[in-house]
């Protein structure tokens, strides 16, 4: 049974660096596509970007300039890294290998 | 960007009816469309990839159907447990997109 938790602060500061984990189990890295997605209180969800174990990534140009992934197989993890947040970025993030599974989300809100 | 319109935003029925929702491409991303069903608080559930490939335990009366620039997701009948927002996304090309969901109400 593949399982997806995310993890990291739930508040974070405007300007400073929003970094998620998302650990696996029950499953390998391999051979997918880890994706992120979020969704701002009361909207709808926005895709963020994807990363794959070997390394190759794809981002939401409208958050390119600000976000960063990376795969930890030895831990079964996949992070998210975005930078120069603000009140805007507050939201749920989800991590999810496409698409049936999904981590629970984490609510992440940018605020001083 | 390919843009998803869905519609309606939000519905509201009675147990049994009928219920379909529309999602609409930007331009022509074949088959490779995907419905979601989000309960509050919770993930996103997949109901069906790419367009008419239903996941295990999704009840029957939940249908689909489009190809090129419009689909559908059509309940046959609305059961109090199927509240909540629905969501279409593509995934024929980056950046993936989502609809901006239908909120469904039982009344």
């Known amino acids: 049974q593949v399982q997806l938790q995310e993890s990291g602060p739930g508040l974070v500061k405007p300007s400073e660096t929003l970094s998620l984990t998302c650990t696996v189990s029950g499953g390998s890295l391999t051979n997918y596509y880890w994706n992120w997605i979020r969704q701002s209180p009361g909207k709808g969800l926005e895709w963020i970007g994807y990363i794959h174990p070997s390394g190759s990534t794809n981002y939401s140009p409208s958050l390119k300039s600000r976000v960063s992934m990376s795969v930890d197989t030895s831990k079964n993890q996949v992070s998210l890294n975005l930078t120069s947040v603000t009140v805007a970025d507050t939201a749920v993030y989800y991590c999810s290998r496409p698409w049936q599974y999904w981590g629970q989300g984490i609510l992440v809100t940018v605020s001083s | 960007d390919i843009q998803m319109t869905q519609s309606p935003s939000s519905l509201s029925a009675s147990v049994g009816d009928r219920v379909t929702i529309t999602c609409r491409a930007g331009q022509n991303i074949n088959t490779f469309l995907h419905w979601f069903q989000q309960k509050p608080g919770k993930a996103p559930k997949l109901l069906t990839s790419p367009a008419s490939d239903f996941q295990s335990g999704v009840p029957s009366r939940f249908t689909v159907g489009g190809s090129g620039t419009h689909f559908t997701l059509t309940i046959s009948s609305l059961q109090p447990e199927d509240f909540g927002s629905y969501y279409c996304?593509?995934?024929?090309?980056?950046?993936?997109?989502f609809g901006q969901g239908t909120k469904v109400d039982i009344e």
């Open positions: 996304l593509q995934n024929y090309s980056v950046p993936y997109t």
